[in-house]
């Protein structure tokens, strides 16, 4: 059984379309995260959510939204791709919003052309 | 504020040999740290943690790691380096009491020579 699922796990599209990746964990964890892992492999956290609850939104452009229908799922949309939103990106889940260590999906690698 | 410092971005060891990986913190409270591990096209895996009990804190695959206050290090070692190894490492901060966020540091590549 995975922990923490992303699909899908290689996505390429084009310029100024709109794309969504799914996240969900099966730990009964209470805190979800998105974060960015730019091409020299650092990773930045993207928001995070509490209980289906917006805790942290790290200056992120508003093409992306995130959506959480239940605390097991959260969602992220982006609207009109561009070229920089080339990353992967990693969904990650904490059993609380304390000091507890994340579990990472897979990844999902975005590619924009 | 937070930040990590991982002191090399690229460390090479022969098979056999031991393994240091740098890491250090800046925190305001009391942090609690990690390192990640990456293998090629994966996601990352916890490889061990600190929560302010025992300063050395062993984790797994045989990699082990010392919190030390006074020097605000966490470097990551393992006696015998194996080729299984060869991946990247993050080290991690967070701390309360704010909302758990983890601070990651920009990764150590680790070759194993055979």
């Known amino acids: 059984d995975t922990a923490v699922s992303q699909t899908p796990k290689y996505l390429v599209t084009q310029m100024g379309n709109d794309k969504s990746i799914k996240c969900e964990q099966n730990?009964?964890?209470?805190?979800m995260y998105w974060y960015k892992q730019d091409s020299k492999k650092f990773l930045k956290i993207m928001f995070s959510?509490?209980?289906?609850?917006?805790?942290i939104n790290e200056t992120v452009p508003n093409r992306f939204s995130p959506k959480s229908p239940d605390k097991a799922h959260l969602n992220l949309h982006i609207n009109s791709l561009e070229l920089g939103d080339s990353a992967v990106y990693f969904c990650?889940?904490?059993?609380?919003?304390?000091?507890?260590?994340?579990?990472f999906g897979q990844g999902t690698r975005l590619t924009v052309v | 504020a937070q930040s990590v410092t991982q002191l090399d971005s690229h460390v090479s060891v022969s098979e056999g040999t031991p393994v240091l990986l740098r890491c250090n913190y800046s925190?305001?409270?009391?942090?609690?740290l990690f390192w990640y591990v990456q293998h090629p096209n994966k996601g990352l895996q916890l490889l061990l943690k600190?929560?302010?009990?025992?300063?050395l804190v062993k984790g797994i695959n045989g990699f082990e790691a010392e919190f030390k206050k006074s020097e605000t290090s966490f470097h990551l070692t393992k006696p015998s380096a194996h080729m299984s190894d060869a991946a990247e490492y993050f080290c991690?901060?967070?701390?309360?009491?704010?909302?758990?966020?983890?601070?990651f540091g920009t990764g150590t590549s680790l070759t194993v020579i055979p």
């Open positions: 990650a889940s904490s059993l609380s919003m304390r000091n507890t260590e994340a579990f």
């Open positions: 730990l009964g964890h209470d805190t």
């Open positions: 959510y509490n209980n289906k609850e917006l805790i």
């Open positions: 925190s305001s409270y009391s942090p609690s």
């Open positions: 600190y929560t302010s009990a025992a300063t």
């Open positions: 991690v901060v967070s701390e309360s009491p704010s909302a758990n966020q983890f601070y």
